[in-house]
């Protein structure tokens, strides 16, 4: 291993390296590695000893800004230009065979899509997990502002190069909650979480309002040119992950391109460990394919998915699943949940409170065990609508994509509508599958259509068992809170209480898109 290579880049900035060498191999193919996370530790074990142990070449390079490497960190936003010159470089080293792949997981799949439709024929393959083409969609999800992951994420990258940097994985989540906690207002939320404002944070902030073609964030989305990627793809992603539905956004990108990525999904939250290992064997089977032509540990399908509920693996030939048809289950009077129609009926009420905003049990969030759990704390609430289903008569699989379709009146200019799929047990436990949330701005008084996109699912839902929606108008901090008033994120100023019909007719059928299979 030769460590801190200094690799110039156009500005005259040099990135620190090491470079992990395999022994007695000719010819051998590289494998790129790009992290603002360090170079070394565990990940540096596993990823540059592990696969230079199997016979290829391993870079593994600092993003700018940290662990060595010089320049200031501006995140998203230098890794095309620096990822480009670093593979520069590396093609101008007597140990580069001519040909190369890339991987990482979360920010360095980040910076293996921001390279990869500029990289040239040599770049064969990209192993990628738990990540997407673009971020943007994630710190907006819906239009609202994904404040914990947003603020644990600048928070945890501050505190790694700090003294005791290590333990930021688990210190930057507690920081996080302190800040969201404080009663400060939201833009001083970086002030309690690291002691300073967080540049990128106060960036997410400030560029809440822009549309992606802005300046801003078209710098730093990749997603438009998925479709020319010419390296071969896999993907490997969680059903409770920050990121998966942008990740499944890029497979089927691909897929429209005439490309043939992989894609498995497992039941993984972003920081699970135990999505390390079938990461590091799927990868190195892709490069032993891409790289050096044996294709004999390849699966035969394409998708691999882990069914919740029913507990296993399967293989399908693509995704959506075949076989898999939206069913549309209906909000209907008394707060039930039927596939028929509903009746002409009165809308459902509730006053959402910005000052006190509705909490958040479990979900997607990027540095906490996101998997399941009980809602029936959360189902209590005045400011959450509850809709069941009858016991369901068998067992029923759902794969696929998950929408919903809401009428809603809201007194304030702006509100957020947050839905979110359960399933309740024979023991009246109530467990979340999936979950979305759509910012919506309208006149006070006017009935507006909400379209909501919820995480995708592959479930089986048992026999005996519920399905449940839940409707509220918050769901804190995961989101931030929503102030009524339309006006940017930084600004503070009033909040405004927020009352909201949810409507159940013929003329407003309000309801949630499942994806049955069989």
């Given at each position: 291993m030769?460590?801190?290579l ?5 500005d005259?900035?040099?990135?620190m390296a090491?470079?992990?060498?395999p ?8 494998v ?11 990940f540096?074990w ?8 199997q016979?290829?070449h ?8 940290g662990?060595g ?6 995140p998203?936003?230098d ?8 593979i520069?470089w ?5 140990w580069?065979g ?5 991987f990482?997981?979360?920010?360095l799949g ?7 439709p500029?990289?040239?024929p ?7 997990q738990?990540t997407?083409?673009?971020?943007r969609?994630a710190?907006?999800v ?10 644990s994420w600048?928070t945890?990258?501050?505190t ?10 688990f210190?930057a ?9 404080s009663?400060?207002p939201m ?9 300073h ?5 106060q960036?997410?902030?400030t ?10 964030w ?7 040119d998925?479709?020319d990627?010419?390296?071969a ?13 942008w ?10 391109a ?7 999904i497992g039941?993984w939250?972003?920081v699970d460990?135990?999505h ?22 390849l699966?035969?399908?394409p998708?691999?998915?882990f ?11 693509d ?10 289950w ?17 809308p459902?009420r509730?006053?959402?409170h910005?000052?006190?905003p509705?909490p958040?049990?479990?979900g ?15 189902e ?18 759902m794969?696929?994509p ?11 200019p ?5 839905v979110r799929v359960?399933e309740?047990?024979?023991?009246g ?10 910012r919506?701005?309208?006149?006070p008084g006017?009935i ?7 995480w995708?699912?592959?479930h089986?839902f048992?026999?005996g068992h ?27 100023g ?8 949810v ?14 299979v069989g």
């Open positions: 030769t460590r801190d200094a690799i110039p880049m156009p005259g900035i040099q990135l090491d470079h992990y060498a022994k007695g191999a000719v010819d051998a193919p590289a790129l590695v790009r992290s603002p996370y360090g170079r070394r530790g565990p540096g596993m990823v540059g000893r592990g696969f230079a142990r016979g290829f391993v870079l593994i390079q600092s993003c700018r800004g662990f490497s010089g320049g200031l960190s501006d998203l936003g890794e095309h230009d620096d990822g480009l010159a670093t520069a590396m093609r101008e080293q007597p580069y001519g040909r190369f792949a890339t990482g997981p979360s920010y980040y910076t293996q899509w921001a390279v990869a500029y990289a040239g040599d770049l064969r393959a990209m192993a990628t738990i997407a083409s673009q971020f969609d710190a907006y819906g239009g609202a502002f994904a404040l914990e992951s947003a603020l600048t945890l990258t501050d790694l190069t700090r003294r005791f940097g290590g333990t930021a994985l210190t989540p507690r920081l996080t909650r302190r800040a969201v906690l009663g400060r833009a001083e939320f970086d002030l309690v979480s690291a002691g404002q967080l540049p990128f944070y960036d997410l902030l560029h809440h309002g822009d549309e992606p073609s802005a300046p801003y078209a710098k730093r989305d990749f997603s438009p998925v479709a990627v010419e390296a793809v896999t993907m490997l992603g969680g059903w409770y992950d920050v990121f998966l539905p990740q499944v956004n890029d497979y089927l990108t691909m897929r429209r005439g490309r043939r990525p992989y894609l498995t039941p939250y972003h460990p135990r390390s290992r079938p990461a590091l064997a799927e990868a190195l089977a892709w490069y032993r394919a891409h790289l050096l032509g044996d294709f004999s540990a699966r035969a399908d998708v691999r998915l069914i919740t509920g029913a507990n296993e693996w399967r293989d399908y030939p995704w959506p699943v075949p076989g898999m048809s939206p069913s549309r209906h909000l209907h009077a008394g707060f039930n949940l039927f596939p028929e129609d509903p009746s002409p009926s009165a459902d509730f006053r959402y910005p000052s006190h509705t958040v049990i479990g997607p969030v990027l540095l906490a065990d996101s998997r399941p759990r009980d809602q029936r704390r959360l209590a609430r005045r400011d959450v609508l509850v809709y069941t289903s009858p016991p369901l008569p068998a067992d029923t699989e794969i696929g998950v929408s919903a379709e809401l009428f809603v009146r809201s007194s304030a702006c509100a957020d509508v947050v359960c309740v047990s024979p023991s436990v109530s467990r979340n599958i999936c979950e979305g949330v759509r919506t701005l309208s006149s006017d507006r259509r909400v379209p909501v996109e919820l995708p699912i592959g089986r048992r026999r519920s399905i449940r929606v839940h409707v509220a108008a918050g769901a804190y901090p995961t989101i931030a809170r929503n102030p009524g008033t339309g006006r940017p994120l930084a600004d503070g009033p909040m405004i209480p927020a009352d909201i019909e409507f159940h007719t013929p003329e407003h059928p309000s309801a949630v898109m499942l994806p049955t």
